[in-house]
């Protein structure tokens, strides 16, 4: 993030989209990890409700931006493959600022949503969360209180959220390839191609594991 900012040379939007990214990274990671090692140092490993709200707001506003962030991408690597002339002008300043606002605005309701469904819920405590930080799932197996309506708010946004995210990077890529095959040269189509792998890599990591970890059996 400060290489970004300060080289000039950077001042790109694919590296604007980047820098959004990294900081989402910090975020996405430090409000489990620092709570986590925290955890490592003391005997009795303790969280309040407040906090345990607050943890899973920030873990899912940030999840939320981040899939948003990396379709955002997508849309610049479909910009400067399939219109490079007019790429100046679909991803200007203004673009790229109003793109990165509105991950974060999805990223906001997303987590607003499903935290004040699960704020109305009763938990007779204390109680022990199988797992090292509080994640919706776990969360819900605490709660004395019917959690349906929690489970069908959780399916519905994620759904919505995850399939539309997932849809606006798979349109992007359908129009990439086309034009990828296009390119007679094999240089010009490894150029084309080096650029998108390293985020087709993240996104692979990104929807492999979040599969895995919320589709698994009990």
């Known amino acids: 993030m400060v290489v970004i900012r300060a080289d000039s040379h950077l001042k790109t939007p694919m590296y604007f989209f980047?820098?959004?990214l990294s900081f989402l990274d910090i975020c996405y990671s430090s409000v489990t990890v620092l709570k986590m090692l925290m955890n490592f140092l003391v005997e009795?490993?303790?969280?309040?409700?407040?906090?345990?709200?607050?943890?899973m707001f920030i873990f899912?506003?940030?999840?939320?931006a981040e899939i948003f962030n990396l379709s955002a991408m997508?849309?610049?690597?479909?910009?400067?493959?399939?219109?490079?002339?007019?790429?100046?002008?679909?991803?200007s300043k203004g673009i790229c600022v109003q793109?990165?606002?509105g991950t974060w605005t999805i990223g906001f309701f997303h987590a607003l949503l499903n935290t004040v469904f699960i704020s109305k819920l009763r938990f007779c405590g204390p109680n022990e969360i199988n797992h090292f930080n509080c994640e919706f799932p776990p969360l819900l197996h605490e709660s004395s209180t019917d959690t349906l309506t929690n489970q069908l708010v959780l399916l519905t946004s994620v759904v919505i959220f995850g399939s539309s995210s997932f849809l606006l990077m798979l349109i992007s890529y359908i129009?990439?390839?086309?034009?990828?095959?296009r390119i007679r040269?094999?240089?010009?189509?490894h150029n084309a191609f080096s650029t998108c792998s390293s985020h087709l890599i993240v996104v692979g990591l990104w929807y492999l594991t979040?599969?895995?970890?919320?589709?698994k059996p009990s």
Do not use: P
Request: hydrophobic share 50%.
């Open 60 to 64: 899912i506003l940030a999840a939320g």
């Open 99 to 101: 793109l990165v606002s």
């Open 74 to 91: 997508a849309y610049d690597h479909y910009a400067a493959i399939c219109d490079l002339l007019r790429y100046m002008e679909r991803m």
């Open 175 to 181: 129009y990439i390839m086309f034009t990828i095959w």
């Open 210 to 215: 979040a599969f895995f970890q919320y589709t």
């Open 18 to 20: 980047l820098f959004h």
């Open 44 to 55: 009795h490993k303790t969280i309040s409700v407040n906090g345990c709200m607050a943890q």
């Open 185 to 189: 040269s094999a240089e010009g189509k």
